[in-house]
Structure formats: structure tokens, C-alpha cells
């Protein structure tokens, strides 16, 4: 089992920067892949950025490839998303998910463990 609490979101600037953190308890966070999704209104939940148990392999969208950085301190059952150069169209709902897997799934339905998401509202 594998619990998960998102915390960083805000109101910030389009240009801004935020970071976003994803707290995790249990003792499989060095084992699981995680991700990282946003539902912006109206829209689907998307894949934001993946990475791998050991942190060797990382994924990102399209969209956010080059502004924004995944990374996780397995000793401190924590992952982070480092957001730059925010855009209004990255306004959304961010969670972090859990995949028992050695890869990160940009399926949301491969996660197994979800948090409860944290908003991020970037003004024009």
C-alpha cells in the first residue's frame, strides 16, 4: 500500500516557476515508478512526466519537455516536479501516481495508487 500527498501548487505568473513535491508513505516507494498528471477543466487527465523505480528512466510530455523536471530521493519516500517557464495552458490539477512497475506508464489506468492533487493556476 502506498499513500500519496501532493503539496506546491499555487498561483503564479505565466514565466513563473513553482515546484511541486509528492509526499509517499510506505515501504515500497523505492520499488514503485511514479508519475505525475494534470486535468486541466473540461479536459481529460493527461500524463505529465514519469519516472522509473531507480530513477534511471524518465519520461515527459511533449508539452512540458525542456520546462519541467521529475526527479525523486527514494530515501526520503519523495517525489518532486520542478515546473519553469509556466504557461496558462499548464494551469490544471497536478497529481502524483504510483505504478508497480520498473517503467512509468503514460496510461493512467497502469497506476495503482493515486493522491488527491494539488491546483496549479498560471495567470497571462
Known amino acids: 500500500q502506498v499513500q500519496l500527498a501532493e503539496s506546491g501548487g499555487g498561483l503564479v505568473q505565466a514565466g513563473g516557476s513553482l515546484r511541486l513535491s509528492c509526499a509517499a508513505s510506505?515501504?515500497?516507494?523505492?520499488?514503485?515508478?511514479m508519475g505525475w498528471f494534470r486535468q486541466a477543466p473540461g479536459k481529460e487527465r493527461e500524463f505529465v512526466a514519469g519516472i522509473s523505480p531507480s530513477g534511471s528512466s524518465i519520461y515527459y510530455a511533449d508539452s512540458v519537455k525542456g520546462r519541467f523536471t521529475i526527479s525523486r530521493e527514494n530515501a526520503k519516500n519523495m517525489l518532486s516536479l520542478q515546473m519553469n517557464s509556466l504557461k496558462p495552458e499548464d494551469t490544471a490539477v497536478y497529481y502524483c501516481?504510483?505504478?508497480?512497475?520498473?517503467?512509468?506508464?503514460?496510461?493512467?489506468?497502469?497506476?495503482?495508487?493515486w493522491g488527491q492533487g494539488t491546483q496549479v493556476t498560471v495567470s497571462s
Open positions: 510506505g515501504r515500497t516507494f523505492s520499488s514503485v515508478a
Open positions: 501516481a504510483a505504478q508497480r512497475s520498473l517503467l512509468p506508464s503514460r496510461d493512467e489506468y497502469l497506476y495503482d495508487y
